[in-house]
């Protein structure tokens, strides 16, 4: 087995507030190797966004085939509108060129994986403590109290889904969990 056998698919999931985002920019920082997963989704383009960089724009039509066809790793309806997911073969295509992919996803999406893609490694990214959550959200400054709450609430739910993963990250500090990420996914780099 060479050092590149070694490269994992990842998914990384965890409760909103816990610091996902700012990780997934320190590992596309640290590991060149990284390719983040790009989702498809058939809602219009925002202003800027980019097709094949932001999302892969679809209509009703192709997200159904998509779907049908085993084509997609996982995919939800949010906020009762629009379907989102993410498209088997850019991920297995990316594996098949070096790449670690990458795939920021929510509990659920991480549950359809574990069945469409049960190779896939996944990672918890989990908060040091409930109140430490608590507090990044209420720091946000972004949300009202009822979003909080709900968020909360949701995480609750998240956080007691942790044994479900392969492995479960603190997140106390982003240079750490950026580092135990990597040594999970890309041990010789």
Known sequence: MTSEDHRRI???????????????????????????S?????????????????YFFVDDEHFDHLVES????????VHGKHRYGT???PVLDAYAAGK??????????A?????SLPEAFQIFLAPPSFQELEA???GR???????????????RGELAAQGEFDAVVVNDTVARATGEILDLIAPKR
Do not use: Y
Not at 12 to 34: C, D, F, M, Y
């Open 111 to 115: 549950r359809q994986v574990r069945q």
């Open 70 to 77: 085993g084509e997609m790793l996982e995919w939800a309806i």
């Open 10 to 36: 990842c998914v990384l999931a965890g409760p909103s507030g816990v610091g996902k985002g700012t990780v997934v920019a320190q590992l596309l920082a640290q590991e060149p190797r990284i390719w983040l």
């Open 87 to 89: 498209p088997r073969q």
């Open 141 to 155: 400054g972004t949300e009202t109290e009822e979003a909080i709450e709900r968020r909360l609430e949701t995480a």
């Open 38 to 54: 790009i989702s498809a989704t058939t809602r219009a383009p925002r202003p800027g966004e980019r097709e094949g960089e932001s």
């Open 100 to 109: 670690i992919p990458l795939l920021e996803i929510d509990l659920a999406g």
């Open 136 to 138: 990044r959200l209420r």
